[in-house]
């Protein structure tokens, strides 16, 4: 099993410019989630998902959309790229959403929008 | 909302025992992770704590006090390979937001 697998690793972006962070997950986990790490403040979540057609906001879900329309797959759309975005991203899923399982993350993808 | 207080920065020497402390105010309380994350790598787990008390893994243990908003994360004979930051985060809601401390940064000297 691969686990979680976060692409592209790294991603240099313009100001204004949109993309998509894939993540997949091959343990047939329900539960799925964004991370953004800045120093100094943590992961905090973007936006999770407990199952298949289901997303949720987390704690800073502003300029970012999520879809999941399988349940492997959960992908984060950056609309319009703002420096502000600039940051790690983790992707995460767990079998029982955290209540008894625990976060399996991905490698990261390190953004940077110049 | 949630709030969840550790240290930022640690010492502590090789062969030595360490204790990383968190206070954590979160509605909707379920559970108390502990994961362990090397500079440049994605966090790892160590540890989920639901029920008061403790539980040893290993050179690793953990602790829960509900009443008190309060988990420490216990590392024994310390090596140098420990040092890492340890993240602390509460799991809550109906179904799981897992909400992370700023993390504590260990560093293991000789």
């Known amino acids: 099993n691969a686990g979680v697998t976060q692409t592209p690793k790294f991603q240099v972006l313009k100001t204004g410019q949109s993309m998509t962070l894939q993540c997949a997950q091959d343990m047939n986990h329900e539960y799925m989630s964004w991370y953004r790490q800045d120093p100094g403040m943590g992961l905090r979540l973007i936006h999770y998902s407990v199952g298949a057609g289901i997303t949720d906001q987390g704690e800073v879900p502003n300029g970012y959309n999520v879809s999941r329309s399988t349940t492997e797959d959960f992908p984060l759309r950056l609309l319009s790229a703002a420096p502000s975005q600039t940051s790690v991203y983790f992707c995460?899923?767990?079998?029982?959403?955290?209540?008894?399982?625990?976060?399996?993350f991905g490698e990261g993808s390190r953004l940077t929008v110049l | 909302g949630q709030n969840i207080d550790q240290p930022t920065e640690m010492t502590a020497t090789e062969g030595a025992i360490v204790q990383i402390n968190c206070t954590y105010q979160?509605?909707?309380?379920?559970?108390l992770f502990w994961y362990q994350q090397h500079a440049g790598e994605a966090p790892t787990f160590l540890s989920y704590?639901?029920?008061?008390g403790l539980e040893e893994k290993g050179r690793f243990s953990s602790f829960l006090s509900r009443s008190k908003g309060y988990s420490y994360l216990l590392l024994k004979e310390l090596q140098m390979k420990d040092s890492a930051s340890y993240l602390c985060a509460a799991c809550s809601g109906g179904y799981q937001k897992v909400t992370f401390g700023t993390g504590t940064k260990l560093q293991v000297i000789p």
């Open positions: 979160t509605s909707g309380f379920n559970g």
């Open positions: 704590n639901v029920l008061d």
């Open positions: 995460a899923s767990s079998d029982t959403g955290g209540n008894t399982g625990e976060l399996f």
